[in-house]
């Protein structure tokens, strides 16, 4: 088994360049499918979710080459099967955009129930709704999910609630439907936006993606023949922003874009630190013990539900007593159990944390419960007192590239251990 061993504490200090949203590219991999022809991604996160959103497409046809760690080419022209692999699908929960790619390429297409982090309930109702009005049949069973259509037709779509994954794979399934598309109350994250990009520089025509309209006009077909580069990840750079809060310490990010940004730049100079925004790059510093702050996690622009455990680590080291309200997930409060373990003083319960602030944190061995809930855990036991060993490091790898020589390169005294040896 392996671990993360940290002593602290240690203020991060230095430059970090974000990479590639994880996000982006779970999504921007399945849409290669809809592709007859060869495209390049660039600043692709070298992560596992990545590695195995390749798999998946190399078991549907698709020919991968990696010209670098970051960068693949990606020959989408000999897609043979409608059926996904079931065990492979069933391992992350970005695996449902196979099935709007699919559904518009081959109008069929059968894939494991998706999986991906225990952060509650996770319905795919408006992904089915969505394909439903496209003019597929959906049938779940048996761990899977199986749909088929003659033919799909655009519609106009008001999704019941704003989903990042549901508005993503509409957008899939409507890219080569016949007439146009409407998405009202669509999701707004730069992760949408991004995939819409990627679809419209291969030849798709989607028109306003990031407002809550988004517009598909179906088009015959996608050639490819283009190089895109994955936007920086917002979720990657709030982490390390936090990371300099929690330990009072003093970053350059590059490569962020900052207007992404806004809402955690925003809680930033509530509770004390300081942002300063050269446009691409951004400096985070805080010389002083944070103070309290309330939070709700909001679609995009609101603070994001993917930043909540790191946000929760720098409110635990605050002065006075601040409310965490989630609204997204209804299982994302299990990371404080193991804050606690490190001396925190947080009740949650249901939707609400309650956090009194403590001077410092200690040093102890926890367990990552999920994938941020383990970057919460990072920053934890570097801003803390003593050694602490963060376990179950499949959660944090999924989404983190090379995590560890990151924190170590901006000064962190962090060391992967495999215990087994
Ligand atoms: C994506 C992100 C995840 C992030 C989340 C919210 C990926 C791969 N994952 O997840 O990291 O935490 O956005 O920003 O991009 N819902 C329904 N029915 C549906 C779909 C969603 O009720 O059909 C609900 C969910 O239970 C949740 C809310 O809508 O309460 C938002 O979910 P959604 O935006 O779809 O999250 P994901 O796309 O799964």
């Not at 692999?85 to 129930?113: N, Q």
């Not at 990552?368 to 803390?384: E, N």
Request: glycine share 10%; charged share 20%.
């Amino acid at each position: 088994m392996e671990k993360l061993v940290i002593k602290g504490p240690t203020p991060l200090k230095g430059e970090i360049r974000i990479n590639g949203a994880k996000n982006a590219a779970v999504a921007i991999l399945p849409a290669t499918l809809l592709i007859d022809g060869i495209c390049t991604i660039d600043n692709l996160p070298h992560i596992s979710d990545v590695l195995l959103s390749c798999e998946i497409l190399e078991k549907f046809g698709a020919k991968i080459k990696w010209n670098t760690k970051n960068c693949i080419t990606i020959d989408t022209r000999n897609v043979h099967t409608t059926k996904a692999p079931l065990d492979l699908t069933s391992k992350f929960r970005a695996s449902y955009y196979i099935i709007g790619s699919m559904l518009s390429r081959k109008k069929e297409i059968e894939v494991g129930m998706p999986g991906g982090c225990q952060l509650g309930a996770r319905p795919v109702d408006q992904h089915i709704k969505g394909f439903e009005m496209l003019g597929a049949d959906v049938t779940l069973g048996n761990g899977t999910i199986y749909a088929k259509a003659d033919k799909l037709v655009g519609n106009s779509i008001y999704m019941d609630i704003v989903s990042v994954g549901a508005t993503i794979n509409i957008m899939l399934a409507a890219t080569l439907a016949e007439g146009t598309t409407t998405i009202d109350n669509a999701a707004k994250e730069p992760h949408v936006v991004d995939v819409a990009n990627f679809l419209n520089t291969m030849g798709a025509d989607i028109r306003g993606a990031g407002t809550d309209v988004i517009k598909i006009n179906g088009v015959k077909k996608l050639n490819g023949n283009a190089t895109y580069s994955v936007v920086p990840d917002q979720i990657e750079a709030g982490t390390f922003m936090l990371a300099a809060v929690a330990t009072k310490g003093n970053l350059i990010l590059k490569n962020c874009i900052t207007k992404h940004l806004e809402s955690i730049t925003a809680k930033i100079i509530e509770v004390g630190g300081v942002v300063e925004d050269y446009g691409d790059s951004l400096r985070v510093y805080c010389e002083r013990r944070p103070s309290k702050a309330n939070i709700k996690t909001l679609p995009h622009p609101g603070f994001p539900t993917d930043l909540q455990p790191q946000m929760g680590v720098v409110l635990s080291l605050a002065e006075g007593t601040s409310i965490i309200n989630e609204s997204i997930w209804e299982s994302r409060f299990q990371y404080t159990q193991e804050l606690n373990k490190m001396g925190a003083k947080i009740t949650a319960q249901g939707k609400t944390a309650i956090i009194e602030g403590v001077e410092e944190l200690s040093g102890s061995p926890v367990y990552s419960t999920d994938l941020r809930a383990g970057a919460a855990l990072i920053i934890a036991g570097t801003a803390a007192h003593g050694v602490t060993e963060v376990y179950n490091l499949q959660y944090i790898d999924r989404g983190y590239e090379d995590i560890e020589e990151r924190f170590r390169s901006i000064g962190a005294n962090i060391e992967r251990i495999n215990e087994d040896n």
